[in-house]
């Protein structure tokens, strides 16, 4: 086998590999299943200094077609200019909505426990025996 082929043959190991995670392409008005964020295609009101600058420096960078820079675009540009801030945003979001999940979860166990008319204040968690942790031997006097 050539080195050639070698080389050919651990970049495609490589890749099958490496896990594809569900993130989507970065500043795209579509998600994966072809459904339209109607917040990414609209066009940026210019309504401050800020905006100003940086619906400009979008439109710079991109060029668009129609000369309109959308939230889409402005995502992309913060995307490759400074991931940072939008990791943090995501981040913060991503733990908002999973409290937010258990939150409703709680909620909702609550709901079905009260039609089956059990009280949920009364319910308590029992810890199967294998998994509870072994007291300590009494020590003998």
Do not use: H
């Not at 989507?24 to 100003?52: H, M, R």
């Not at 801030?85 to 909620?107: H, P």
């Not at 166990?109 to 998994?131: F, H, N, T, Y």
């Amino acid at each position: 086998m050539s080195e050639e082929n070698k080389e050919q043959v651990a970049v495609a190991s490589e890749e099958e590999t490496s896990p594809k995670l569900p993130t989507g392409e970065t500043g795209v008005e579509t998600n994966d299943i072809g459904d339209v964020n109607p917040d990414a295609v609209k066009e940026v009101t210019l309504d401050n200094p800020l905006k100003q600058w940086f619906v400009e420096y979008v439109g710079e960078k991109y060029s668009p077609e129609d000369g309109v820079v959308t939230v889409a675009l402005a995502i992309r540009a913060f995307a490759e200019e400074f991931p940072e801030f939008l990791m943090v945003l995501a981040e913060e979001n991503w733990i908002r909505g999973y409290r937010q999940g258990i939150a409703d979860s709680e909620t909702g166990v609550r709901a079905a426990l009260e039609a089956a008319g059990i009280d949920p204040a009364e319910q308590k968690i029992i810890i199967p025996s294998e998994v509870q942790e072994e007291e300590p031997p009494a020590e003998d006097e």
